[in-house]
């Protein structure tokens, strides 16, 4: 199990990648870890930890989770 709670560029690749795969998102390409700035490290970990507890998504809840994604990438 890796250790999230140090705050380094490593975390958010794994993280996003994880929430990625998981989400099966078609647009997985545009969404580059070097895109997410540090500082936004917790918010990044909450979602990823929303998406690593939950097995199955709704249509609904992958356009919110994706909406998030880019919302925490643009700041």
Do not use: P, W
């Not at 700035?37 to 970990?45: A, F, H, L, N």
Request: proline share 0%; hydrophobic share 40%; no cysteine.
């Amino acid at each position: 199990m890796r250790d999230l709670q140090e705050a380094s560029q490593e975390n958010i690749e794994y993280m996003i990648e994880a929430i990625k795969t998981k989400l099966r998102m078609a647009t997985a390409a545009a969404m580059q870890a070097s895109h997410f700035s540090m500082d936004r490290y917790e918010d990044i970990r909450d979602l990823y930890e929303v998406v690593a507890g939950k097995e199955k998504f709704s249509i609904s809840e992958v356009e919110a989770l994706v909406s998030e994604l880019g919302r925490l990438r643009g700041k």
